[in-house]
């Protein structure tokens, strides 16, 4: 009974500031407070939050609500246990703490300036087990001139959500691990980052993942990790390799419903280059054999071509930017 009378309150309370919206522009943090404050002692669902905090988004004006403040309205529902919450009028209760860096509430400054590729370019590749077993990034030391240099940082079964789990419960983010904290001791040019193949089993995405803000908030994150490493190098997101067959409950409905739109929306955001890796398997299952990981020199070259050819081809145009600019200012003091 209470909790309907709650929830009623609650309603009524969003349905208040919507039409208060007609009038004045309200901001986002004033229309969450309400609705936590509707909520005062109420035990609700995490979809339940989920939902409400949505409705409240939508009330807003197309103006006022921002990316960054939809961002930190997800940021906050995130922070909130998986199974129950109690909504305060202040704070919401945190759960799980981790040495890892925190939750992003809005998306920090890029680098001011891009890393002057030198001579020796230095390329970070990070994943799951498709990368930590040299399933790629050595064919991908093939395929790039002499004068690159490829490392690879993978963990079996990672995952890019913080939380996700083996099929067992076991943690498995790859946020955390030492292969993690290894690549943010290199000085690389280039971050290649392929991660989402573990985050389609059912355990990481139905539930409370089947909405993907979880997924989204924790790519974003990783990824401007790396932006924001002192050797400020350029990120590429490579869609992971095609599932020809259901593996380790990972099937390609999941992978290409769920977590490739998903992965698409976080380059968009953090301005990385989007590697579609995924599409340059779809022809390729006889070199999966399990489904998942490249069974054959071919297969795993399949890979290394397509994530070779976009670094060529963003370092060829960096440098033809470059070399025009150059020309430009010279012809301008040649003519002056």
Not at 105 to 122: F, G, I, S
Not at 181 to 206: F, Q, Y
Not at 267 to 292: M, S
Request: aromatic share 6%.
């Amino acid at each position: 009974m209470k909790r309907r009378r709650a929830l009623g309150l609650f309603c009524a309370g969003l349905l208040f500031f919507a039409a208060c919206g007609q009038a004045r522009p309200l901001s986002l943090p004033s229309v969450v407070t309400a609705a936590a404050q509707t909520t005062t002692g109420v035990t609700a669902t995490r979809a339940t939050a989920t939902t409400a905090a949505t409705t409240a988004i939508t009330t807003l004006p197309p103006t006022t609500a921002t990316t960054a403040e939809t961002t930190a309205v997800t940021a906050t529902i995130a922070t909130r246990p998986p199974t129950t919450v109690t909504a305060s009028t202040t704070t919401l209760t945190t759960y799980r703490t981790t040495d890892a860096p925190p939750l992003p509430t809005a998306r920090p400054p890029k680098p001011t300036e891009k890393r002057e590729l030198t001579e020796t370019v230095r390329v970070v590749c990070v994943g799951d087990s498709i990368t930590k077993n040299g399933y790629w990034e050595n064919n991908l030391q093939g395929a790039l001139p002499e004068t690159y240099v490829v490392e690879g940082f993978g963990v079996n079964a990672a995952t890019a959500l913080r939380y996700g789990m083996k099929n067992d419960g076991t943690p498995m983010g790859f946020v955390g691990t030492e292969a993690y904290a290894d690549s943010l001791r290199t000085v690389p040019d280039i971050v290649v980052i392929m991660l989402g193949t573990n985050d389609a089993k059912p355990i990481n995405w139905e539930g409370d993942m089947d909405n993907p803000h979880q997924f989204i908030i924790d790519t974003t994150d990783l990824v401007r990790t790396y932006q924001q490493m002192d050797s400020a190098p350029t990120v590429f997101l490579a869609l992971p390799p095609t599932v020809h067959r259901t593996y380790s409950t990972i099937t390609e409905e999941a992978l290409a419903q769920k977590v490739i739109p998903a992965l698409r929306r976080v380059a968009k955001v953090t301005d990385a280059h989007l590697i579609d890796v995924h599409a340059a398997t779809a022809n390729a299952a006889e070199h999966f054999a399990d489904g998942v990981h490249p069974s054959d020199n071919d297969g795993r070259q399949c890979i290394a071509d397509e994530i070779a050819a976009a670094i060529l081809t963003y370092v060829t145009s960096e440098k033809t930017e470059k070399t025009e600019k150059k020309e430009k200012t010279e012809g301008t003091v040649c003519n002056g």
